[in-house]
């Protein structure tokens, strides 16, 4: 990983959720998500498309499928993928939208003014009203008890904040987790206590917080667990 590609989320160029910001290594260990389930999810990878690097779009939709697979088979996640690349016309809809999972089925309203409901894993079979319950799960909720919390902008993923005070945002230091609001990276204050640095001179050096430099520390150490 190396410097960052530009400004905070609201200057974000539009190709940066589509670039490899990620190894398949980050990407595991960020999310807590096994390998085998991070490459079975990514292959086959569109054409063209480095195997070897995890976008941002691609990173919060393995934490949307993380805690789908609770109760949803990883191939009826990828169904109701497709289904909604259709309808919405995203690349990664889960990044986008606001979704319901009734039982073991993905759900997306008809309108938003309808109590009607498509199963999009099931190739939009209807559900019949007051047959079927849905419960709405916004996908910040989703992942708030996983391994963090997902902040939007203009109805798209634009940070994810694993704890409170850390943050990635893919135009920032390329992806990688920060002291939020700046562009300090918490490996590299991590790296700087291991070399012996005591959290008092690593803050005044950087103009952070001690506790800011503890929330990193203690993050990076999760990491490497």
Same mark, same amino acid.
């Given at each position: ?49 480095? !195997? !070897?690097?995890?976008?941002? !779009? ?18 009826? *996640? ?87 005070? *850390? ?12 002291? !939020? ?20 001179? *690593? ?23």
């Amino acid at each position: 990983m190396v410097s960052a590609l530009g400004g905070e989320a609201g200057s974000l160029p539009t190709y940066a959720w589509d670039i490899g910001l990620y190894s398949l290594t980050d990407a595991v260990q960020y999310s807590g998500i096994p390998m085998s389930t991070v490459s079975r999810w990514l292959d086959p990878r569109p054409e063209g498309v480095r !195997d !070897d690097l995890v976008t941002f !779009d691609e990173f919060v939709t393995l934490l949307f499928v993380r805690q789908l697979r609770k109760n949803v088979r990883l191939k009826d *996640i990828r169904e109701a993928e497709k289904d909604l690349q259709a309808r919405t016309g995203h690349r990664h809809p889960f990044v986008h939208e606001t979704l319901w999972v009734a039982g073991h089925d993905v759900m997306v309203r008809v309108s938003d003014s309808s109590d009607a409901f498509l199963s999009a894993n099931r190739r939009g079979q209807l559900a019949m009203t007051g047959v079927l319950e849905a419960q709405r799960v916004e996908l910040p909720n989703l992942v708030a008890d996983v391994r963090g919390q997902l902040g939007y902008d203009d109805g798209r993923v634009t940070v994810w904040r694993p704890v409170e005070r *850390i943050a990635a945002r893919p135009a920032v230091q390329f992806g990688l987790t920060c002291v !939020d609001g700046t562009r300090l990276t918490t490996r590299t204050i991590f790296e700087i206590a291991e070399a012996g640095d005591k959290p008092a001179s *690593i803050a005044r050096l950087f103009e952070v917080t001690e506790t800011d430099v503890a929330r990193a520390i203690a993050w990076e150490r999760r990491l490497a667990a």
